[in-house]
Structures are given as C-alpha cells and as structure tokens.
C-alpha cells in the first residue's frame, strides 16, 4: 500500500517488476534481459530470440476489443513468446488468457496463409500470488483428449508461475528477483542492472517522469479501491452488528413479556 506522505520518486523507488508498469519498462528495447529471463522460464538454454519488444498491441477488427501484451517475442523458428506480469487476481483471468491467445494467433497469421503455417504460442503469466492454489510454483495448462488421456498437441501452451512460491532454483530466483524493489536484493545481476538504471541516479527523473507518474497514478488508484473496499467490509460489519444487537433486543423483551404473563 502506498504511503501519501512519500514523494512520488519515493513511492517509484519501490516499483517491482512483478508491477506491469515496471516491468515492461525493463524489458523495452532489451532483448538481452527477455532472452535471459525466457531461458529460465522455458529451460531452454540455447533459445535465442531474435525480435520483440514490450507493450505489443494485437487487434481484430475495428469496433472490437483488442490488448496489449506486456512482451512479446519471436526465436529464429518464428515461435512466439509472451510474458505477462499480473499482480492482483481477478475473477476473469481464465476467460482473459483464452482471448489472448486467440488475438495474438490471429494477429500471427497473414491473409492467404494456411493455417499450419501457426507457430508455437508461448504464453507466460507471471502472478505475484497463487491462482489456482494447490501451492503448486508452476501450472502448466494442457488440453487432454478425454477418450484416451492423450494431450491435444495444439501447440499453444500457456504456463502461470507463482512468484510468491520462489525458492533457490534458476527459476525461483528469477521470480524472487520479480519481487524485489531493490537492485541490491536481487539475485540476478542481469535483473539488477536494469532495475539500477531505471530507478538511480538523476536522470531518473527526468527520463522516465512519465513512467514515474503513471505508477502513482496506478498505485494511488490501488489504495483507493482498497480503502473503498475496506470501508464497504466495515459498513456490512457494523450493519450486521446491528442487526443481531436488535435480535437480541427482541428476544430479550420477548422473554420478558413472557415472564410477566
């Protein structure tokens, strides 16, 4: 939770990649840093990505919904890579993720091409807390052809990872290091080179002010709904205290009227 008596640089001081906003701005224009990331994430240690870039937008039509993946790439066979930071749950993350995957392969494919000529979609979510808690770090999703428990190859393949379950592995220290608002806490120096040089030094502030103020921006809205939502638990608690002091109330005349028949 944001603190309203901490200045705005202040409060950007303590931007974590896991935040989108951050995030995505230590990935633009650094496909080194996507490269090493996504060789841990898949365990590929040859994966070579040759092109990509943060906030990749996808669209279908005019007049319909389109999105804007927090990075997307592309390896020298075409494959494509996505990685998404998501903070908060949400109740649609399931619906959510079906409509990527769908937009991006369509925004993957030219007109007159067969539809074989689709690549491998990667897709990968990284949560700042459990989705589908089982406690697992990693839930990879397949579709299974129930007849006869085979996998239904259709070479889309979408994988959340809970950071909050990071451990001494390559990849728990790579979601650890998703935590961290602090260069000096992380493990990787990759990461920490580039957290370092978004956030020290003056120029900070002058060359990214508007990633700055768009964070506070998010952050302040953050506390406002948590503030709105607390208010709203309290209201129901104390109608609900209420409530029950006017049952007892009418139970207590109840047996009184009781006694004195």
Not at 89 to 117: A, H, P, V, W
Not at 221 to 227: A, D, F, Y
Request: proline share 1%; glycine share 4%.
């Amino acid at each position: 939770v944001s603190d309203s008596r901490l200045t705005k640089e202040e409060l950007f001081l303590r931007a974590r990649p896991i935040d989108d906003i951050f995030g995505k701005r230590m990935l633009e224009n650094n496909l080194p840093l996507a490269q090493f990331m996504l060789r841990i994430i898949t365990g590929e240690k040859d994966l070579e990505i040759t092109e990509g870039h943060a906030q990749h937008a996808s669209s279908n039509v005019d007049n319909h919904k389109g999105i804007i993946t927090d990075a997307y790439y592309r390896d020298r066979e075409g494959n494509i890579y996505v990685i998404e930071f998501q903070r908060k749950k949400r109740s649609d993350y399931i619906e959510r993720f079906r409509f990527y995957q769908g937009l991006i392969d369509t925004s993957s494919i030219e007109k007159g091409e067969e539809f074989d000529q689709l690549k491998k979609l990667n897709v990968y979510v990284i949560c700042e807390d459990e989705i589908f808690e089982d406690g697992a770090q990693v839930n990879r999703i397949k579709k299974i052809i129930e007849s006869n428990g085979k996998e239904y190859a259709d070479n889309q393949n979408l994988v959340y990872l809970d950071a909050s379950k990071w451990d001494c592995s390559e990849l728990g220290m790579l979601l650890h290091d998703c935590l961290c608002d602090s260069a000096d806490k992380m493990y990787y120096e990759e990461m920490a080179e580039c957290a370092r040089r978004l956030k020290e030094g003056q120029e900070m502030l002058y060359q990214y002010s508007d990633l700055i103020d768009e964070y506070v921006e998010q952050q302040t809205e953050e506390v406002r709904l948590q503030r709105a939502i607390a208010e709203e638990k309290l209201t129901m608690a104390e109608e609900k205290q209420a409530a029950a002091e006017k049952e007892a109330e009418v139970s207590t005349n109840c047996i009184l009227s009781l006694i004195r028949q």
